[in-house]
C-alpha cells in the first residue's frame, strides 16, 4: 500500500552484505540526490549501514530527507587483533575439521562444471531448504565472480576431491564477508556447516580481517564469539505524495529509535 516495492536502492550489489568504503561514503549522498531528481516516483534506499561505524553518512542522507529504518541484526567477528578469548564452540568446530580429513582450499578460478556444483549446492540450502525468496543465483553468477577477480571461493573437498562444502568470499579493504555459501546434506558427515564456519573464520583471522557473517542464526553465531550490529536501512519518499509517505517513514524512525540488538535477539535475531 506504500508503494515500497517501487524502490531504487543506491550501492547495492547483487549480495546480502554491502560493505560501503570511506570513498562510497563521499559519493553516496551525490548520488542519491542525483536520482532522486530522475526518479521523482520512486523510493530510494540505502543499505547495510551500522551507527557505529556509518555515523556521519547516516546524518547526511537524514539532512537528505532520509529516514533511518531498523532492518536486521548482522554478526562481526573482529580477526584483526589477536583474540583474547578463545570461545568453546568454535574451537571444537575447528577440531573437528581438522579430523575430518576433508581438504581446505580457497580457489581463484573454477571450470564450469565446478560452478555447477557450487550453484547446486548453494541451491539446496539456500533456496530448497530455506526460502525461493533468497537470490538465486545462477552457474554464471559462480563462474564469473572468480573469472573477474570479484570473489574467492573457499571449499571443502572430501579425498577424491569432490567439493562437499563452499562459501563465497568477498573481500572489501579489511572486512571479509560471505555472500553466498552451500554444502550437500547428504554428505555422511555429520556438522559439515560448523566444519564450513570454522575454515571460515581460520581464512579471517590468517588474514586478519574483520569478519561481517551477516544475518540468520544468531545462537549459533553468538556461541562462537559473534557480536550482534543493528544495520539500518535509509529510505527516502518519492516526490510524489512525498508528504504522506514521509510521515509514515518519519513515524516508523521515531518508533525504532528505542529498538536496540537485544530487543531483536530477544525476538529470535
Known sequence: MLGIDNIILVGNAPVSTNIWTNQ??????????QIASSHKKHFIGVRNL?????S??????????FYAIPARIVYEFDFRDKLEKKHSHL??????????GLQVN??????????????????AIYIDKHSALNAQYTSQFFADMLSFKVMTALVLQDADGQIVAFAMLYEVDDTLTVPALGYDP????????????????FHAQEKRMLLNYSSGAGDFKRKRGGVARLEYTMLKAPQ????ARSMILS???????????????????
Open 251 to 269: 513515524l516508523l524512525q521515531r518508533k525504532g529509535q528505542g529498538i536496540r540488538e537485544t530487543d531483536l535477539i530477544a525476538w529470535g535475531a
Open 50 to 54: 551500522q551507527a557505529d561505524k556509518h
Open 91 to 100: 574451537q571444537r568446530d575447528r577440531s573437528v575439521l581438522k579430523r575430518s
Open 240 to 243: 510524489n505524495w512525498h508528504s
Open 186 to 201: 547428504q554428505y555422511p558427515v555429520n556438522g559439515l556447516y560448523r566444519q564450513l564456519f570454522a575454515a571460515i573464520t
Open 106 to 123: 580457497v580457489l581463484t578460478s573454477i571450470s564450469m562444471a565446478q560452478a555447477s556444483q557450487l550453484r547446486d549446492l548453494y541451491q
Open 24 to 33: 562510497h561514503i563521499l559519493e553516496v549522498p551525490l548520488l542519491c540526490q
Open 56 to 65: 556521519a553518512l547516516i546524518e547526511k542522507l537524514k539532512s537528505h530527507r
